[in-house]
Every structure is written in C-alpha cells, then in structure tokens.
C-alpha cells in the first residue's frame, strides 16, 4: 500500500497540472451597460420613507378594517408569499450541493450462478446469499467559489423575492386607498347629483307654470326639459361611479358585496400631505427599484457561477460498510468493506456549452441592469408627474373654494332679493342650482386630490412592509 501511495503522488500532480493548463477558455463579450446612479440623475440619496401603514394618516375606521382583511386576504399576496417561500427554499437548495453528504444502505441480494459459468465446479448452479449494511459519504469542495457565486444569487432573488412581495401589499393597499376615496366621492357626489335633480325639476315646473300664464316662451320648457334630462343621466352616471368602485373594494378585500354594502356612512377624509419634507431620494427606497438591483447582484452572482464552471470540480467519496453472505458473519471484523474515490472532475472540451451557458448567464445580466435603469426611469418619471399633478390640484381646489364662497354670497343676495320681491323664484332656483354645481366641482377636485396624495406616496415607496 506504500508503494502505492508514492505511486500516486506524481499521478495527482499530473493531474493538477492538466487542470490548470487544459481546461476550457472562458470567452464573453464585455458588459454593454452599468446600473444607473442617482448622481448621474440628480436624484437626492438622502431621504425617509413613507410608514408602511401611511393610510392611518387618513383616520377612517372602515378603510383601515378594509385595509386589513385585503392584507389577510388578497390571493395575489398569497403568489407574491410563494415565490418568496420558493425563493428562500433555493438558498437551502444551494447551500447544500458542496460539503458533507452521507446516505446510508441496506440491502441483500440472492443469487444463482450458471452451471457453465467459468468458476470453479463447486460454484456452479449453486445459490448465494448476500448481506449488506454500508454508508455512503461525499464530500464536494468549492475550491473555485461556485457554489458560494450561486449562493449569493440565491440570496439575491429571495432577497428580491421579499422586497417584490412587500411591493405587492403596497400595491393592494394602494388601490384599496384609490377605490375607497372613490367611493366615499361618489357616494357624496350622489347627495348633491340628487339635489341638482330636484333643483332641476323645479326649474321645470316653475318654467311649466310660467308659460301656462304666459309670463314665459314655450322654448323655457324644453330647455327646463333638456336640463332635467342631463341631470337624470348625470345620476345615473354617479350611481354606476358608486357601484364599480364597491366592486373594487369588494374583489381588492376578498369579500362579498354585502359586506361592502353593510359599512357604515362615513363622509370623504380630510387629509393634507405635507409635501414639504418629500425627497427624490425616496426613490432609491422603493421596494420595486431595490428588488430590480438585487436582481442585478442575483445575476452578477450566476455570471460568477458560470465563469467557475470552467475549472475543475473535486470530490471527495467514501463508502464503508459490512458485507457477508452469511448474516451472522455480518457484524464480523471480517465482513468490513471500504472503499475511497477521489474524484476530479476537468471540463476540457465542452462543444461550446460552457461559453452558451456563460454568454446567457451575462445576457441575463444585462436585462437585469436594463430593467433596473427602466424600473428607476419611470420611477422618476411617475414621481414628476404626480407632484406636478398634486400641485395643480391644490391650485385648482384653492381656486374653486374662493369660488364656492363667491357663489355662496351670491345665493345669499339673490334670496334676499327674493324675499322682498325683487326677483323671481326662477332666478333664485337657478342660483342654488348653480351653487350645487359649484359644490359638485369642488368636491371632484377635492376626490382628486386626495388620490393624487396616495399616488404620490406609492411613487415615492414606503419603508418595506413585513411579509406574511
């Protein structure tokens, strides 16, 4: 066995030898792309995030009870949690391809030799029995940083995984916000629709009664008529506002319709964003634009694992055991059996299979990083036109409340004329119908502007949401 062992020696150097000079010659063109930074886009890296839970800010009770069945409930929650379970479970995966391996064996075999089998006569047709109890042991290194490559990519994606499902809560409480400020808009809008109905059926009656004395021309009526007919398909129009928004509520919470319709009537929140302390810093924050630069590390780390593909993989097995043909000679010192196979495995010629694996590992890279740059372009994008739109909805809304109070004051002179006979009851039916109008605008403009708020602070990202 010494003689052996010296043997060998110069075999395994040979061997090293050939592993260095004879394996397969990585070749992949250079990257075409680099990730985007927030100096090259004058975007600030100094911020805060948004509260995971910033819809507290708007102090509804039934939005915040929405809010939470929606987070229990919603099922693409419940596929954004599975790819993040798959996706930790491919940590364990890799994790486990280098190190100790053991499996364990037991078996028995029974056998006829032919009787004109080259063995020795006392052999032939005869039966045999074998007993085996053995272990299997494997033990793989990472001499070339494989493995550790493939599991920083591993990392990576779960990584990515989470960040993309607490993106995902932020998209359904996002919509969840959007769809209730709708529905307590339109269900207030409803009130006045309503009120400009009747406001619009007396104009009707009063121009009906007009030229029936004939203080009037027939032409008042069919406009009345006209007017009243806008104002009954406006109303409809509120009411199918209303319907689909609790359709929303309904399909975004994962409940039926009747719990939607049995909340209780509340009226449309009152809440400011204080834009002030907002910073494009933010950005960098967003669950969406970090799960799209982990993805990018994710994909460094398959490159990596690819390039190591290229040099040799050694193993390390062992099996030990005991074998008998009788069982009671099984546990004998004699039954032992061992045996050792190193093992090195050298990629010399692979028809091109490690270069494709390689080239479509940096292609991956390369989409990674595209996708990143895009993900934070529009990031930027959605961000400058929200806080433009926020900014002239604030304006608008400033500018209709002087509005509504002008058209106030005038209801209120006109029905003092009114009451000392000065005007006609026409005159000052058509001034409240025009203050409703004024009070619908305002109220559309203030809808609005609330959701423009939400959509701000779901451009801007939140702090991440924890997972399920």
Request: proline letters at 4%; one cysteine or more.
């Amino acid at each position: 066995m010494r003689n052996y062992n010296t043997t060998l020696l110069p075999v395994s150097a040979l061997l090293a030898l050939l592993a260095v000079s004879g394996c397969a010659t990585p070749a992949v063109a250079p990257l075409q792309s680099q990730p985007l930074t927030p100096a090259a886009l004058a975007v600030s890296e100094a911020a805060t995030p948004f509260a995971a839970d910033w819809w507290r800010a708007l102090n509804d009770a039934s939005l915040e009870l929405l809010l939470a069945q929606a987070l229990r409930s919603n099922p693409g929650l419940d596929a954004a949690d599975a790819r993040l379970r798959a996706a930790r479970a491919g940590i364990a995966s890799v994790a486990s391809n280098d190190g100790l391996k053991v499996n364990g064996n037991l078996g028995a075999s029974r056998a006829r030799t032919s009787e004109f089998d080259a063995l020795p006569p006392a052999m032939l047709g005869q039966w045999t029995t074998l007993q085996t109890v053995s272990a299997d042991f494997s033990y793989r290194f990472d001499f070339w940083g494989k493995t550790r490559a493939q599991l920083a990519a591993a990392r990576g994606q779960a990584r990515a995984a989470e960040l993309e499902a607490s993106d995902a809560r932020q998209s359904v409480a996002y919509a969840l916000v959007g769809s209730y400020l709708e529905w307590r808009g339109a269900q207030a809008a409803l009130t006045l629709l309503q009120q400009d109905r009747q406001q619009a059926a007396s104009l009707l009656q009063n121009a009906e009664q007009r030229v029936k004395h004939g203080l009037a021309q027939p032409d008042e009526v069919l406009q009345a008529r006209a007017q009243l007919a806008d104002s009954d398909e406006r109303l409809l129009r509120g009411e199918q506002r209303i319907s689909a928004a609790a359709h929303a509520l309904a399909a975004l919470s994962a409940q039926p319709q009747a719990a939607i319709d049995a909340l209780p009537a509340a009226a449309l929140p009152q809440w400011t964003l204080d834009t002030a302390p907002l910073s494009s810093g933010q950005l960098g924050l967003r669950a969406d634009v970090q799960a799209a630069r982990e993805r990018v590390e994710a994909s460094r780390g398959n490159v990596a694992a690819a390039r190591a593909d290229f040099y040799p993989d050694v193993r390390l097995n062992l099996m030990a055991g005991l074998s008998a043909q009788e069982l009671g000679d099984l546990f004998s010192p004699g039954a032992r059996v061992l045996r050792l196979a190193p093992a090195l495995t050298l990629p010399l010629f692979s028809n091109g299979e490690l270069n494709a694996r390689l080239d479509s590992r940096s292609a991956e890279l390369e989409a990674a990083i595209a996708s990143y740059n895009q993900t934070l372009l529009n990031a930027i994008r959605d961000t400058a036109d929200h806080s433009s739109q926020l900014a002239r909805l604030r304006s608008a809304e400033a500018a209709k409340q002087q509005a509504l109070l002008a058209r106030r004051d005038s209801v209120a002179k006109v029905q003092s004329r009114a009451s000392a006979g000065l005007t006609t009851p026409a005159s000052l039916l058509a001034e409240q119908r025009q203050l409703t109008q004024a009070r619908l605008a305002a109220l559309e403009l203030h809808t609005q502007r609330l959701q423009s708020q939400a959509a701000l602070i779901r451009t801007l990202g939140t702090a991440p949401a924890a997972t399920r």
